[in-house]
């Protein structure tokens, strides 16, 4: 499950429902998919994208998606460098942009205008959309391992702010040592 966090205002989110109504008031629509059966870390793009076909094909045409596909970073990844540090800077997108996490864990950080910085960490089933035109960064954890299935359109547009912001903020991987430390 996710962990929200809004720094400036001191706030942590780590249920679902929480998560949904709060993000949901930033212009960015949180849920947890389930899938259809449990899937391996070495399952292939065919069986994700089986394991979650009723889910990707209903908000594929609810939202107007061309596609969808898997993708599948590691440390090994040609290029990975380059592609985080696209990423990495804030930016925003002429349209949604949706993402279902599959495996490993990331960061997305949300900028809504006016707003204080919203930090989501995602883990495996939890599917995430920033609306079109909402200011974000996002960035892998520590292991920089994620398999991702991403919405496609026929042309997305990637606008960057330049602002630097992101530099403010280390990109904090909680995980499941968080959840132990709540234990304590
Ligand atoms: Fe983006």
Excluded at 135 to 141: A, S, T, V
Excluded at 144 to 156: E, I, P, S, T
Aim: with cysteine; glycine share 8%; charged share 20%.
């Amino acid at each position: 499950m996710a962990i929200v966090k809004v720094p400036h205002l001191g706030r942590t989110f780590i249920m679902p429902a929480q998560i949904e109504i709060f993000l949901t008031g930033i212009g960015v629509e949180y849920h947890r998919w389930l899938s259809s059966e449990p899937l391996s870390s070495h399952a292939s793009p065919a069986q994700i994208l089986d394991a979650y076909k009723s889910q990707l094909e209903s908000y594929k045409i609810a939202h107007g998606f061309a596609a969808y596909d898997v993708i599948d970073l590691t440390p090994e990844t040609p290029g990975i460098d380059d592609i985080l540090g696209q990423c990495s800077k804030e930016h925003w997108h002429d349209q949604e942009e949706a993402r279902l996490i599959v495996a490993g864990r990331g960061v997305c950080n949300i900028h809504p205008a006016g707003r204080a910085v919203v930090i989501a960490e995602l883990e495996p089933g939890d599917f995430l959309s920033v609306g079109r035109g909402i200011r974000h960064w996002f960035e892998l954890c520590a292991e920089r391992r994620l398999r991702a299935v991403r919405f496609l359109d026929a042309q997305q547009e990637t606008s960057y702010t330049q602002s630097g912001i992101e530099n403010e903020y280390e990109p904090v991987c909680l995980g499941p040592a968080y959840f132990a430390h709540r234990q304590l």
